[in-house]
Structures are given as C-alpha cells and as structure tokens.
C-alpha cells in the first residue's frame, strides 16, 4: 500500500506536510493517527538520503503487535527481526520501545516519532529523544 490508495483527511493532510519543528497529530481513536505518522517517517526518510527515524512506542507488545505491523500493512517494507528497517538511499528507521531509550544516547537522529506518547508518565522520553535531533541534513528532523 502506499501514499495513493488512501484518501487523506483534512487533519492528516496538515500533519503529513507540516513544517513545524515539533507537529503533533491529537485526534480521536480511529483517525489515522498512526498511519500519517508512519507515511510522514517515510517520507523523511526517503527524501533525505542517510536519514535516520526512530520509532519508539512504551512498551515492546505495543510496538511489535501494533506499531510495527501497521507499518508492514502501510508500507509493504517489512521491519527486520532487528527492528530496524534501511531503505535503498541509506536512511534507515529503528523500532525501539521505551525501555531501549537509553541505548539511543550516541544517536543522531533526523526525525523522531513517539507513538502514544500517553504512554510515558512524564515528559523524560521527548525531553531524551528531542536531544538526539542533531542531523542536520535531514531537512526538518522531528516528527
């Protein structure tokens, strides 16, 4: 599946293609919340060669049974026993769940999305993560 099968809502048009430093997409269960974030990973990801996205979710069963999978149903690139996924230019997306933040300390990231952020009890995981963005080439390097 890509881009063209799906018709976008207003609101996931807006966060897909917005230019904020930190957009967030706020909806309600069902919207397509998931979905426009992943597309708008891939699509850093794929216009800026040598990238690197890190997907992270709170919890291991969250991110491997939902996150993960709506990225393999999205995309058709499916991730790797790794958890991570490298597309032909050179960018690549890690999978990670919260308990592997701390791992991510020598990373430089261009773009970063934080799925169910709710999740987290606090703010350390954005504080943490929004300290990684240090990729300059990668154009707006958040999510």
Known sequence: ????????????????????????????VGTGK????LFRMRGLMK??????GIVIRKEFTD???????????YTN???????EITFPNGSQILFR?????NVLKNINA????????????????????RDRLRRQEAGFRTL
């Open 1 to 28: 599946m890509n881009e063209s099968q799906f018709k976008l809502i207003d609101a996931q048009e807006k966060f897909i293609f917005s230019t904020s430093r930190f957009p967030a997409f706020i909806a309600g």
């Open 34 to 37: 998931t979905m426009a974030a």
């Open 47 to 52: 216009q800026y060669p040598g990238n690197l």
């Open 63 to 73: 991110l491997h049974d939902s996150t993960i999978k709506d990225w393999n149903r």
């Open 77 to 83: 690139m499916p991730v790797g026993s790794n958890k």
């Open 97 to 101: 769940h919260g308990d592997e933040i």
């Open 110 to 129: 261009g773009a970063i999305f934080i799925e169910q952020a709710e999740e987290f009890l606090n703010d350390e995981a954005f504080q943490f993560l």
